[in-house]
């Protein structure tokens, strides 16, 4: 049984191109592919650190945003949640290929 949480800022439709900046956030778990749960919370008026504790108390392992500030990843990082790069993508279409494991790995970046 696979399991895997993940956290995606939002901007409208899409990925939103700068995580620390985002009012949003959608996190999703999955399940052998299938999503069992899936919320968005407001990032509205919360800080760094405000932020990042919400991502690691959810449990997160993979943070998919287009790129993150120094101090940001370098927190996310240490708390050994990986982060991959995208760009700007529709959220559906990045959600139907996380179902069928259609993601690059090699494209994470964890503090070894």
Do not use: W, Y
Not at 21 to 49: H, P, T, W
Not at 65 to 76: A, E, L, N, P, Y
């Amino acid at each position: 049984m696979t399991k895997m949480k993940v956290a995606i800022p939002v901007f409208g439709l899409h990925v939103s191109p700068r995580c620390d900046c985002a009012q949003e956030m959608l996190f999703l778990e999955f399940e052998n592919g299938k999503i069992v749960s899936r919320k968005i919370a407001s990032m509205d008026k919360m800080n760094s650190i405000q932020r990042i504790r919400v991502i690691s108390t959810s449990g997160i392992t993979l943070l998919i945003c287009g790129s993150v500030s120094g101090f940001f990843k370098r927190m996310i990082e240490a708390l050994g949640i990986l982060i991959m790069h995208t760009e700007s993508v529709a959220i559906d279409a990045l959600i139907e290929h996380l179902k069928r494991g259609e993601f690059n790995l090699s494209t994470c970046r964890k503090r070894e």
